[in-house]
């Protein structure tokens, strides 16, 4: 398989994987589902508490006015927390509430046991396959976002 072959068939795997992972997780809440984007802000405070609104925006490679959004959003659903910077207290540093850590943890939870559910279906073979992908998986990730945030890996 050639590159383009094979870059256009890893895409379209990973995104009918994540598409099929999201639709049943969705199917089993106990709540509304949070839009991605917001999501994957609750997830970046997660990784990095205490971090602004424009650490945030550079890192999500949003518009600060768009995180502030998003951070308002999520503010007033009581999944994030806003404390003044001491350093600089025009600025703010962004925190998770517990709801949103209890949240975060089911959804984890939950997405753990739908793949690993499915991954029972697969053969020996197919899952040590899998296994073996996961490393250069992750390497590729971090190099495309090097290369997001214009760095070399």
């Known amino acids: 398989m050639d590159r383009e072959s094979l870059a256009d068939a890893l895409a379209t795997q990973l995104n009918s994987v994540r598409r099929a992972l999201r639709r049943r997780l969705r199917a089993g809440l106990a709540v509304p589902a949070l839009p991605a984007s917001q999501v994957e ?3 970046l405070v997660e ?3 205490g971090i602004g609104v424009s650490g945030a925006a550079a890192r999500l490679h949003l518009a600060g006015n768009s995180v502030s959004t ?6 007033a659903a009581g999944l994030l ?3 003044r910077d001491p350093a600089d207290g025009r ?3 962004l925190f998770l509430t517990d709801a949103a850590t209890a949240r975060l943890d089911a959804w984890r939870a939950a997405r753990i046991s739908l793949l690993a559910t499915a991954m029972d279906q697969l053969t020996a073979h197919e899952r040590n396959a899998l296994a073996s992908a996961v490393p250069p998986l992750a ?4 190099i495309m976002a090097a290369e997001a945030r214009g760095e070399d890996e």
Request: glycine content about 0%; cysteine-free.
């Open 41 to 43: 802000l609750l997830r």
């Open 91 to 93: 600025s703010a540093r």
């Open 70 to 75: 998003l951070v308002n959003q999520l503010t």
């Open 81 to 83: 927390r806003r404390e």
């Open 47 to 49: 990784r990095s508490p």
């Open 139 to 142: 390497r590729l990730a971090t």
